[in-house]
């Protein structure tokens, strides 16, 4: 069965650009996580979703961050006028109930580079 | 706040010895502890979790750990590494039932021939 995926794998943004992450979680899936881990550093929350509702995103470290999850499925992760300490990779991660914390299934991340 | 810390960064061991990487987390309210593994390029897996039932928790792949709440500590061990052991360990916590976890920053375990 398709585990999450994530795309692009790499991508690379100069300076003040603008990009976009895609997040397709794994099917019936209810729970969708968003985290930044920064080279050498463990995942660091951003923003979670129960279905298509953003119930947290107390870890977005500025306004140029943004999340959806519209439909309650794909979630895409956008940020605007990138910055150097932008760069990171960003995992997306679902679990199957809400709530308390269980199980979460992890994509391979989306490697960013701004330049 | 409430913290994790895994107490080495990396771990070496030769194949075939055991395998012990440390974790020890702040506050000893209602903890949900897990262990999960990176392997390069691959998302990050669920080796184990503790949920307050057993305080020795068994994982995949021979892993298990030990919820000792005296000591706030939640160590990984495995009783002979195989090379395919070899990967980045993150232990994770979540107090009190929130569906936000902390992260350690990661301990690097290399398997020697």
């Known amino acids: 069965g398709a585990g999450v995926s994530q795309s692009p794998r790499y991508k690379v943004a100069k300076r003040g650009q603008d990009v976009a992450l895609r997040c397709d979680p794994i099917s019936g899936h209810v729970s969708l996580f968003w985290y930044q881990q920064a080279l050498g550093q463990g995942p660091e929350f951003l923003t979670y979703f129960q279905n298509e509702a953003q119930l947290d995103k107390s870890g977005l470290p500025s306004d140029r961050f943004f999340a959806e999850r519209p439909e309650g499925s794909v979630s895409t992760l956008k940020i605007q006028r990138t910055q150097q300490e932008d760069s990171a990779v960003y995992l997306c991660?679902?679990?199957?109930?809400?709530?308390?914390?269980?199980?979460?299934?992890f994509g391979p991340g989306t490697r960013l580079t701004v330049t | 706040a409430q913290s994790v810390t895994q107490l080495d960064s990396h771990v070496s061991v030769s194949e075939g010895t055991p395998v012990l990487l440390r974790c020890n987390y702040s506050?000893?309210?209602?903890?949900?502890l897990f262990w999960y593994v990176q392997h390069p390029n691959k998302g990050l897996q669920l080796l184990l979790k503790?949920?307050?039932?057993?305080?020795l928790v068994k994982g995949i792949n021979g892993f298990e750990a030990e919820f000792k709440k005296s000591e706030t500590s939640f160590h990984l061990t495995k009783p002979s590494a195989h090379m395919s052991d070899a990967a980045e360990y993150f232990c994770v916590v979540s107090w009190g039932g929130s569906y936000i976890p902390t992260f350690g920053r990661g301990t690097s375990l290399i398997v020697h021939p």
């Open positions: 503790y949920t307050s039932a057993a305080t």
């Open positions: 506050s000893s309210y209602s903890p949900s």
């Open positions: 991660a679902s679990s199957l109930g809400s709530g308390v914390v269980i199980e979460q299934y």
